[in-house]
């Protein structure tokens, strides 16, 4: 089995429909995992969609009885709480959140404006650290997706039992991650087991047309079987494994100059996203990914304060057991928190995908952020509701429109100049 990104162009003036997208993405005759826009042009709309090759293992697949583009659509908003959801999409090169889990701060501000924050691994791993606030919930990201779309329903966790996969062999830290799992296990209180995997998924990372980091995965029938065997006693899954990086593009990442750094994408995000959504959608159960230190890469000198975290580490996991900790369970839309839940959603301007879509057919508003990324999407030729869409300079701001929805003010009665009420005729 293997995953793989494919990029397709359709005619720009179609609508981007779930019943489309699905027969779209199923004449290629793979399971579609995860879905973009990378922008468009004057005649065509640019897709990037994700595939996990079925063959050879078309049992896993027989009990999935929807795709990723099912809808259901919420009865109605729960206004006796203001919940938020948080994505920076990985391996897009977002100004702020696209390198070292530099949205932790970030994620911090926009939890002290709502109950809760739901957000992804993307936003807050960095390497041994992790500052999600309490009432943060630790989400892989195509259960976000699946979330907003109303397929699934959110249900808070007192702890998870985490199974740790780890490459066997093929590296020097194993040790290291032993300890990484060790230190979790007395500073945290989590309960987790390792196994070596014998036999190495292949992950190699690549570029998009657009620029966007992905890669493809091959073998992956090793690590399914991995979770097959073991994952029955555990609530979550933890991966450390290798993967195969472009020294010199890997090199210029982490040590080029600060100019660079603005429009530099993170070269393993991608691939991580595309291994996590494709264990999250067959075993269903919360996934985070840590790449295992490779070798013959060295880090020296001062970092860009974005990519500073990695000279702390050679391990790079704490900050997902930490988040898997507490992650919430997958359970049905009738369960825990649904989408009915959700009081607005912030993303990054020019970012086009499934739970931006989902946010439109299910009327909760988007806080679109200035964070400067690849994406070449204007949100403005979508079909959003009137005062279901807000563009924000920064985060601070969008802290303030949070608040704005939240008592019910209208935005253009607090900003100047303000417009005379309108007469209808």
């Known amino acids: 089995m293997r995953v793989y990104n494919k990029e397709i162009r359709i005619n720009k003036e179609q609508k981007l429909s779930f019943e489309y997208l699905d027969a779209l993405t199923r004449e290629h005759g793979e399971f579609a995992t995860r879905f973009i826009v990378s922008g468009c042009d004057d005649k065509y709309r640019f897709l990037e969609v994700d595939f996990l090759e079925a063959s050879g293992s078309n049992s896993r697949f027989a009990a999935k009885q929807h795709g990723i583009f099912t809808f259901r659509r919420r009865d109605c908003e729960n206004t006796s709480r203001f919940n938020a959801v948080l994505i920076i999409p990985t391996g897009i090169g977002c100004e702020i959140g696209g390198h070292e889990g530099d949205a932790n701060a970030v994620s911090r501000l926009v939890a002290s404006a709502c109950d809760t924050l739901i957000t992804h691994p993307n936003v807050v791993n960095s390497t041994d650290y992790n500052e999600m606030t309490e009432n943060t919930l630790y989400v892989e990201g195509s259960i976000i997706t699946r979330f907003l779309m109303g397929q699934v329903g959110l249900q808070r966790v007192r702890a998870n039992r985490i199974l740790t996969l780890v490459d066997k062999g093929a590296l020097r830290y194993n040790e290291e991650i032993r300890n990484a799992v060790s230190t979790a296990r007395i500073t945290i209180g989590i309960d987790s087991d390792i196994f070596e995997m014998e036999k190495l998924t292949s992950c190699k990372v690549g570029l998009s047309k657009s620029g966007r980091a992905v890669g493809a995965l091959d073998d992956m029938e090793n690590l399914f079987e991995a979770i097959d065997k073991y994952g029955a006693c555990y609530q979550a899954i933890a991966l450390s494994t290798h993967i195969e990086r472009d020294t010199a593009w890997y090199r210029e990442y982490f040590n080029a100059s600060r100019e660079y750094q603005d429009v530099a994408v993170n070269p393993t995000g991608g691939i991580e996203a595309m291994m996590t959504h494709a264990v999250v959608e067959l075993f269903n159960k919360p ?132 417009g005379h009420t309108r007469i209808l005729k």
């Open 287 to 418: 996934c985070a990914h840590a790449p295992a230190p490779q070798k013959d890469i060295q880090h020296h000198g001062v970092f860009e304060p974005r990519l500073a975290p990695v000279s702390g580490s050679i391990r790079h996991i704490h900050c997902l057991l930490k988040g898997l900790h507490k992650s919430p369970g997958i359970v049905s839309y009738e369960k825990g928190l649904n989408a009915e839940d959700v009081s607005c959603v912030l993303i990054p301007d020019g970012c086009v995908g499934l739970p931006v879509l989902a946010c439109i057919e299910q009327g909760i508003p988007i806080i679109a952020v200035r964070n400067r990324n690849i994406m070449k999407n204007d949100l403005d030729e979508l079909d959003f509701e009137h005062g279901k869409f807000f563009r924000a300079d920064n985060y601070l701001e969008a802290v303030g429109i949070m608040h704005m929805l939240k008592q019910g003010i209208a935005l253009d009665t607090v900003t100047r100049p303000i």
